[in-house]
């Protein structure tokens, strides 16, 4: 598997505004290159979390999406495969990481290809403050992503429980205390801790229209 370019973001400051014929012909090599890579991130999730960065929880700690955990991508393809995905996980899994950049990954390559595509992604949790906190991933690691990734498809609103870009991808995070999403069409769903949800029936009943038109559910 190819490995993302340390130097790339130096390399283009570098050539950045520069008259060099050689130079110039790096630049554009290098920006072709990119296009190539946007097709790559696009078509393989995986290739994609090369680029991604999480935060430990605990110590803080920013660490490189662990893409060699197989357990990770035979979850990701048991998704993939089936409508309803049912994990039952302890802590420090990073499943829900994985969930949760799955979402960031549909919504940021959602209507780059003629702009016909729409993903809109949910995340359901037990109160506001897990639930804006799962949208913080995506934040952070969006924030930290290439901004040769980022210039492709900008982020236009990003606050505590909603986050769009510019060409198509939405996701929205609810605090399920007592009512979850309803009639919401969702193209994925993360459904968090659904043991711990005093709601999780009613929001279950709030999701018949994803599952009506054939979105995920995990």
């Known amino acids: 598997m190819a490995k993302p370019r340390k130097t790339e973001r130096k390399l283009i400051e570098d050539l950045a505004g520069t008259t060099d014929p050689k130079k ?8 072709k290159d990119h296009d190539e890579e946007m097709l790559l991130c696009a078509k393989d999730l995986f290739y994609f979390l090369q ?62 290809s003629g702009g016909h595509e729409v993903f809109f992604g949910g995340v359901a949790s037990v109160g506001e403050v897990e639930a804006q ?13 290439p901004k040769w990734i980022k210039s492709r498809n900008p982020l236009i609103t990003d606050n505590k429980l909603y986050m769009e870009w510019k060409y198509g991808g939405k996701v ?9 999403p309803q ?27 994803t599952l009506g038109a054939q979105g995920k559910l995990l």
């Open 51 to 112: 680029f991604c960065y999480t935060e430990d929880e605990d110590n803080k700690k920013i660490r490189p999406f662990p893409v060699h955990y197989q357990y990770l991508r035979e979850v990701n393809q048991s998704i993939e495969d089936n409508q309803k995905t049912v994990i039952l996980k302890s802590r420090r899994l990073l499943i829900s990481w994985l969930g949760m950049l799955r979402q960031m990954h549909q919504a940021i390559f959602a209507g780059m």
């Open 24 to 31: 110039l012909e790096s630049l554009k090599q290098l920006s």
């Open 133 to 145: 906190y799962l949208i913080e991933r995506i934040t952070k690691v969006y924030h930290r992503l």
């Open 183 to 209: 009639t919401f069409g969702f193209s994925e769903f993360f459904f968090d801790e659904m043991a711990l949800q005093e709601a999780a029936r009613l929001t279950w009943t709030g999701l018949i229209p």
């Open 172 to 180: 929205q995070a609810f605090a399920c205390k007592r009512e979850g």
